[in-house]
T-cell receptor
């Protein structure tokens, strides 16, 4: 019973390049959340998605950042034209459904370094 | 939106002593309060949670209390062990399926 999977675990990009982060939720989970953690700080919500739908993107910067969760395949967080301030750990979490008492389970994170 | 404050930011205790971490939240509509433990370089792991229809929940050496009137909740770890050393985050949401708003974390060090 695999947990939440994220890849790559580490990603190095130069300023101006694109970063693509992938998240595969736990089996049976249809809800995905992305959080960003800056060094020595807490986790900040970015976006909440269900299959083919963005439910809440209130924490995601309007420019350069986008997210999707297609019908087939993993959820993707895409950062275009990366800047040094994008360097952080990006965690995704999944839960089975919105109704009821469902915990969020976190993946191992992708550590993005922008040179 | 919701704002969660967490104290203290660092906590050092002797092995076997108790540790208490406190959080306050601002949105009275929040009703789900999980606690996560994060070891260095690892993912946050849920250790205990509480919902607004209960005031206290216990799981072995870990307990959480909730005061909805005062809008604060606390994590209690008894008989601390060196492997309890980690960063602990509290969080709040309006529903367990909604986004989590996290506190800033408490770095707990248990001295052997």
């Amino acid at each position: 019973n695999a947990g939440v999977m994220q890849n790559p675990r580490h990603l190095v990009r130069r300023r101006g390049q694109e970063a693509r982060l992938r998240c595969s939720p736990m089996k049976g989970h249809s809800h995905v959340y992305w959080y960003r953690q800056l060094p020595e700080e807490g986790l900040k919500f970015m976006v909440y998605l269900q299959k083919e739908n963005i439910i809440d993107e209130s924490g995601m910067p309007k420019e350069r950042f986008s997210a999707e969760f297609p019908k087939e395949g993993p959820s993707i967080l895409r950062i275009q034209q990366v800047v040094r301030g994008d360097s952080a750990a990006y965690f995704c979490a999944s839960s089975p459904s919105r109704q009821g008492n469902n915990e969020q389970f976190f993946g191992p994170g992708t550590r993005l370094t922008v040179l | 939106g919701e704002n969660v404050e967490q104290h203290p930011s660092t906590l050092s205790v002797q092995e076997g002593d108790s540790a208490v971490i406190k959080c306050t939240y601002s949105d009275s509509a929040s009703n789900y309060f999980p606690w996560y433990k994060q070891e260095l370089g690892k993912r946050p792991q849920l250790i205990i949670d509480i919902r607004s229809n209960v005031g206290e929940k216990k799981d072995q050496r870990i307990a959480v209390t909730l005061n909805k009137t005062a809008k604060h909740f606390s994590l209690h770890i008894t008989e601390t062990q060196p492997e309890d050393s980690a960063v602990y985050f509290c969080a709040a949401s309006k529903n367990s399926g909604d986004k989590l708003t996290f506190g800033t974390g408490t770095r707990l060090a248990v001295r052997p």
